[in-house]
């Protein structure tokens, strides 16, 4: 059975809270592959209604922008019975791209907004199915029904992994992507790949100014098969697209394994059909990142 094409790989998305208007556009021209407006934690409980009309004035102005920037996803607040209808009232509208679902752990609470947002984009213009969907597992409960997240319909993109939580819901410390942590991701990558949908996206790194314990952390979630990472704050994203965009070793290897046909051995290793599946992925994500000068060839495509 063939599994759909995954969704456009971003490498960064990039946190800013709603509460705070004049960081909203500083966000959005930062440079990185998505913004993720923050209705949920960032905001605290008295300035909610503030933060939503302050998301849906910037949404207006980045649907009014003739030159598209990154995509724009919003986080928005969880409900007793799914998702909080007044943040998705205000922010259903032209300029959103995707909405970030915290605390996912309920298959039905997707498909009961899956529902909902049907009716959202008619009203507001949108084409059908157009706002795609990112639930971030955050708990014990939400990592044993990952298949059922990654299966709850097409507008299911990727799922998130929100390290934070998830270690507190089991009672663990240490790094993000420590050992405590790696069963979980380990679940999420499975669940996105059987269910066809993008690789998860990493966790946030909490630690600014730690360009190396970042490095390792987005360096150990590629290994572990997830694609892209959450960022706070813009000086994290040159060392996320580095880790996320395949650099010259890896270009240089896939091309000599696709001329090779994936028979023999490169280097001194024998490679065959996988390697020349992952030779093949490579070439693609390069061209698809901008990062690969060259078209493709026959070769590269066959």
């Given at each position: ?13 990039l ?121 971030t ?25 929100g ?55 987005a ?12 960022v ?32 023999g ?38």
């Open positions: 059975m063939s599994l759909p094409e995954p969704p456009v790989p971003l490498r960064s998305y946190y800013a809270p709603g509460s705070r208007p004049e960081l909203l556009g500083k966000a959005y021209a930062a440079g990185a592959d998505a913004v993720v407006y923050d209705l949920e934690d960032a905001v605290p409980a008295d300035r909610k209604e503030a933060a939503r009309v302050a998301v849906a004035r910037q949404l207006g102005q980045v649907a009014a922008t003739a030159a598209r920037g990154p995509q724009v996803h919003v986080r928005v607040n969880p409900a007793r019975d799914g998702y909080d209808r007044a943040d998705l009232a205000a922010v259903v509208v032209p300029g959103l791209d995707a909405l970030r679902l915290p605390k996912a752990a309920d298959p039905q609470w997707l498909r009961a907004l899956a529902a909902e947002l049907d009716e959202l984009e008619a009203r507001a213009g949108l084409p059908a199915g157009h706002v795609a969907l990112y639930p597992v955050e708990s014990a409960a939400g990592v044993l029904r990952a298949g059922e997240l990654a299966g709850a319909g097409p507008r299911v993109a990727r799922l998130a992994f390290a934070a939580d998830f270690l507190t819901d089991i009672g663990a410390g240490g790094p993000a992507h420590g050992p405590a942590t790696l069963a979980a991701r380990g679940q999420l990558v499975l669940a996105s790949r059987a269910a066809g949908i993008g690789a998860p996206v990493d966790s946030v790194h909490t630690i600014v100014d730690d360009p190396a314990g970042l490095r390792e952390g360096i150990a979630a590629r290994q572990l098969g997830f694609f892209g990472k959450a706070i704050h813009p000086a994290q994203l040159p060392v996320v697209h580095e880790v996320f965009t395949p650099d010259d070793r890896e270009l240089a290897w896939a091309r000599r394994v696709t001329a090779a046909g994936g028979n051995t490169v280097d001194g290793e024998f490679v065959d059909r996988p390697a020349l599946a992952r030779a093949r992925s490579l070439l693609a994500l390069a061209r698809t990142l901008a990062t690969e000068d060259t078209p493709a060839t026959k070769e590269d495509e066959r």
